[in-house]
């Protein structure tokens, strides 16, 4: 499904600026940190870009969730019950927690400028996740 103010982007690879930033913002993670550095350089490739207009809902609190993002540029505002939680610059992941622990989503997420995201979805992400969980289990 598309978010409304979705722009776009044809991008077969990311340049290395962008790269250098996703994982950045993975190994910050309090989550992904502990990833090995296989899994953060697959989910880099597994990302795609996309561009949000200023005002944009990029999350909404309750949703089930199914994107995992890394904001590139711009910033965006993290709400809950119509109360500000924090402001997220760029560099930063977000929207991981429904992924993770296959809640809903937590917050709302909002774009205070145009904004540039990476995203990889829920399917991408754990099958990441499994598959290097299965070849280390298959060494042992
Ligand atoms: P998720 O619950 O998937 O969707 C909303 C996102 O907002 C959440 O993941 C986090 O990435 C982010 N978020 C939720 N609560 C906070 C908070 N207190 N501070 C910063 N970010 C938050």
């Not at 994982?23 to 990302?47: G, V, W």
């Not at 200023?54 to 909404?60: A, D, H, L, T």
């Not at 995201?117 to 990441?128: E, K, V, Y």
Request: net charge negative; charged share 25%; glycine share 8%.
């Amino acid at each position: 499904t598309k978010l409304s103010g979705e722009i776009n982007i044809v991008a077969l690879c990311s340049p290395q600026r962008s790269r250098e930033l996703i994982q950045r913002a993975l190994l910050e993670n309090d989550f992904m940190k502990h990833l090995e550095m296989s899994q953060i350089l697959t989910i880099m490739d597994c990302m795609h870009p996309t561009m949000l207009v200023q005002g944009c809902c990029v999350i909404e609190e309750g949703d089930d969730g199914s994107l995992v993002y890394v904001l590139e540029e711009g910033r965006v505002e993290v709400t809950k019950d119509g109360k500000k939680l924090c402001t997220i610059e760029p560099g930063k992941v977000f929207g991981e927690l429904a992924i993770l622990y296959n809640c809903t989503r937590t917050a709302t997420v909002t774009a205070l400028t145009d904004i540039k995201l990476w995203a990889i979805d829920r399917q991408g992400f754990q099958t990441i996740m499994m598959r290097t969980g299965l070849i280390r289990h298959s060494q042992y």
